[in-house]
């Protein structure tokens, strides 16, 4: 499913038009991935919980050359499916 579908979707479940599910569904977007800038996890419950990992730099080796490489610090957003979630996929 992309984006477009699930515009589509909302769109069609809430009758409303596809363009205010498009600025809804962006709206929820931008506020997660606000919250994950500012290091907060964002829960939904029933569905799951965003948050933020930071990575230590490690060395890492290019495959194709076998060169080792240093590779930065980072920190990496990461999802944890909550229990209904997982059921649903099983």
Do not use: C, H, W, Y
């Amino acid at each position: 499913m992309t984006k477009k579908d699930l515009i589509e979707n909302v769109a069609s479940d809430v009758d409303i038009s596809k363009k205010k599910a498009g600025e809804a569904l962006n709206v929820i977007l931008d506020s997660i991935r606000e919250s994950l800038t500012d290091g907060e996890k964002v829960t939904l419950v029933n569905f799951g919980t965003f948050s933020t990992k930071k990575r230590k730099a490690r060395q890492g080796m290019n495959p194709a050359t076998g060169e080792k490489i240093q590779i930065p610090a980072t920190t990496v957003a990461k999802f944890k499916p909550g229990k209904k979630l997982k059921e649903a996929v099983k």
